[in-house]
């Protein structure tokens, strides 16, 4: 979806949703995102100012085959659903097929591991398509939000090595800054850091490929809760999250419209 004022050739954020199938709560707030986008603009002067300068590219759900397959068949299933002559095993993770390192790190080779890196990079039509979409906009896409769940961090690159990324403190003063703006809804703490050291080493991922294509502001959040209830956050939950998390984004967005 493309969320825009009339118009054309305006720097851009981009946010997906849903890259892990059983992550439920992610797709609901790009949902809510959007809601909230068209809804408030005109009222609210911070997404009326960020519309206003900004377009928003949302992808409600990547991996849309794994999305319906939690549905149907396995409420736990991650990966997609792509299938492939020579093993019974289907799918591969869509954040370990993206072309950042990878398969070196933090991922599996074996088709039947839920980490599974894929036959080569952007194997998965998922992977290849929105990794085309930043490619072609790379021009104009000045930030590369993915909403995953669970275990309430924000993490930056790098996953893929454990070297600081060139924009290591500005990523880390804005991660801050957002977890902050999030906390103040309803107290809920996030950890910030780059993903190697706050979750753990992991290479294909999407942020560390689009920060490496030179997209500065790259950020993984990993929403609610902390363990609990885990992928099956109930539905009491599901407003608050989005409502806090909207805080953060709406931080990162505002920093990256007032630092490009
Ligand atoms: O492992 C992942 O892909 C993410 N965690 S999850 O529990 N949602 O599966 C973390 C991704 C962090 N970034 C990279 N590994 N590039
Ligand atoms: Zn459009
Ligand atoms: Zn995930």
């Excluded at 194997?123 to 909403?147: C, H, M, P, Q, W």
Aim: charged fraction near 20%; include cysteine; aromatic fraction near 12%.
């Amino acid at each position: 979806m493309h969320i825009k004022k009339t118009g054309s050739g305006k720097n851009a954020i981009f946010m997906d949703c849903g890259i892990h199938a059983r992550e439920w709560i992610s797709p609901a707030f790009c949902q809510w995102f959007v809601k909230e986008a068209v809804s408030t603009y005109g009222s609210d002067p911070q997404m009326t100012s960020l519309l206003d300068q900004m377009d928003v590219y949302v992808l409600p759900v990547i991996n849309i085959d794994g999305y319906q397959y939690t549905h149907t068949s396995n409420r736990m299933w991650r990966k997609t659903r792509s299938r492939k002559s020579g093993t019974s095993c289907i799918g591969a993770d869509p954040n370990r097929n993206f072309n950042a390192g990878w398969c070196t790190l933090g991922a599996s080779s074996n088709p039947c591991s839920d980490t599974f890196c894929g036959y080569s990079p952007e194997s998965e039509i998922e992977v290849k398509n929105v990794a085309d979409f930043i490619r072609k906009n790379k021009g104009i896409i000045k930030a590369y939000l993915t909403i995953h769940s669970y275990s309430q961090l924000l993490l930056f690159p790098y996953s893929y090595t454990y070297e600081l990324a060139a924009d290591h403190s500005e990523l880390m003063k804005v991660a801050e800054g957002a977890s902050s703006a999030l906390r103040s809804l309803y107290g809920t703490r996030y950890t910030s850091g780059p993903g190697a050291t706050t979750i753990y080493p992991a290479a294909g991922g999407s942020d560390d490929w689009a920060y490496d294509l030179g997209v500065k502001y790259s950020y993984t959040f990993e929403l609610r809760d902390t363990g609990r209830y885990g992928f099956l956050l109930p539905e009491s939950q599901i407003q608050p999250t989005c409502e806090e998390t909207m805080l953060a984004v709406k931080y990162i967005a505002a920093y990256v419209q007032k630092n490009i």
